[in-house]
């Protein structure tokens, strides 16, 4: 038996009236639990299993899954939920915690990670600036901080005026100098390039504050989505969701 803070990442439901729960926890790291019968109308837990949320669990070792004899909901974090952007967004980094994470590995620096981002998402920060401020401090946790002041290659300080390329497999910035592999063409502004640095080095009470040009803030999202995708090996499935919830926003800029 054990009883430990766990925030809901998915869930699926099984049979007639249980839910299949992913949860992180700080000490066992990722897990799955049941919990049985919660589906039934006279659950009175049932609607506090939803994703994001924290709890306290007791959990038991079960055959499949371990199963969840008591919860209480630390918070709801209700607010993140209101925007759809927001809960969009805390769905995006749930899937990149979940697929950072082998079950039952300690997991205590990213659960501490994923909490104060939905603290953010919940006091209303722009999303895609706590987006952004994750998948920086993500990348340090996965062990591959991205380099954004020094060439990649030849390890000279970026000089201003010179033109950089982003190149997430060689890990970050390579100079106009260095020919870096046949296809690193992508070419990243000094705007972009400064926000990145201002991702890495500031807290997020100082990121919330910054005003910064739409483009440099889409160019540093496209950057640093390119370096997570080549470090977890894949595209999470829900960026096109969140992706389709700014759509709107996009179009009525255009008309
Ligand atoms: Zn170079």
Redesign the pocket.
Known sequence: MLVTDAIVLSHFDLGEADRVLTLITPEIGKLKAIAKGIRRPTSRVGGSLEPFAELRVQLARGRTFDVITQVVVGHAWLKLRDSLESAATAWYLAELADRSLEERHPAEPLYALLHRAYELLDAEMAPARVARWFEMRLADELGVRPEVD???????VLETGESYRWVPPLGGV?????P?PPASRTAISADALKLLKAYQRMDAEGLAELRLPEEAERAAEIALREFLRYALERDPRSLAFLDEVRAPRTVSIAT
Do not use: A, F, P, S
């Open positions: 020094r060439c990649v290659e030849c390890d000279r390579l100079c106009e100098r260095c870096g």
